[in-house]
């Protein structure tokens, strides 16, 4: 029987509906490079309620007198082209964050561990040399796919995806608030991958109170965001149980200080941390002690489209933040929704087209990277080349070494007689070309 967990109800307030504002797309391409920004800020300086001195509280860093703007309360409005080199530090911190994820995870299959995290929490950051981040981990994330996947050691169905950590005091002020963060790996198995991308959208429905049936999902990502494996020894629930439990625990443990909600992924992670940061949101429980909204931030690595055209409006709708890290050639980022996106919805921009509750739309503001390596395809989607590209002090120095991967896949789409190409083949082709990348 899978467990249940009470989930509170929303606030009696209605929620605060902000205007949309049109997102941004930023190329930040292998031409050119990143230009500093006066580390000055409009907005008044946000305070946290810590025991400190009256001097450590009064000596502000640049981050913590403007880390509402980093975290998207603008849009990232004159941050992200050029890259604000603040912003550049905290997406890269962040991406180390979902890095961990995968040098942890245990794919030994003799091991006791196997599909697990290699070390306990309280080691796990020391173990990988990360003692000195300013946070500490507080629960393991299990996940458990659509799918049961045979492996050497039988049928294994939940696995480790990822963690959620806290900021000690120390780097809360310089942070400038408690930041809970939660951090997602992506797929390691291509079975898994295959699996996602052959579903289809689906309600998400995860407001008891008000289903919204026009908010779409894909349905594999929401499988494994909901799924149940009673059998885990390690721990009880959905990922979805699982981490509306743990946030909500640490927003009620900081409920009187400056909090905010990260969420970052890597591929398929990215989609469960928008899938959360949209839960949270429309369940109210991004609310502090006095009510007030806690800013949910999602940094998306290298991720797939997660729902439809009404998924995206409630999303900006509820104030979701999401900063989408891609590199132009990475083909995961056009999926799902090769043919039905976001530019397919409108007819010379005027006219609904009958189709459009069906179309697949990226969510947030465009950080375009430019990297591409010939003799290995599979680098266009590794997490470490994305942050390698970020750190690097002169991104001129990345150059493309071939042709671009979409357009090797429109020249093998022409050439085909879709009248004629059966789903199952264009699953397979599909298959062929995640497994190339070897994600």
Known sequence: MASTISIPNPPLTSHKIRTRRRPISASVASTSTVAARPLTSTAAPSSIALKTTAATVGAKTPLACMWREIQGAEDWDDLVQPLHPLLREEIVRYGESVAACYKVFDLDPSSKRYLNCKYGKNSMLREIGMASSGYEVTKYIYATPDISIPTQTGTCCSRWIGYVSVSGDEEARRLGRRDILVSFRGTVTNTEWIANFMSSLTPARLDPHDPRPDVKVESGFLSLYTSDDSSCKFSSGSCRQQLLSEVSRIVNKYKDEELSITLAGHSMGSSLALLLGYDLAELGLNRNGSNREVPITVYSFGGPRVGNSGFKERCEELGVKVLRVVNVNDPVTKLPGVFLNE??????????????????????????????????????????????LLKGPKMAQVKKDGENLLNKAKKFLSSQNLTVWQWQDAARHVGDLVQSLGI
């Open 343 to 388: 530019n397919c919805r409108v007819l010379a921009g005027r006219f609904e087209l009958p189709w459009s509750c069906s179309c697949y739309a990226h969510v947030g503001v465009e950080l375009a990277l430019d990297f591409f390596k010939m003799r290995n395809p599979a680098c266009v989607h590794d997490l470490d080349a994305y942050i390698g």
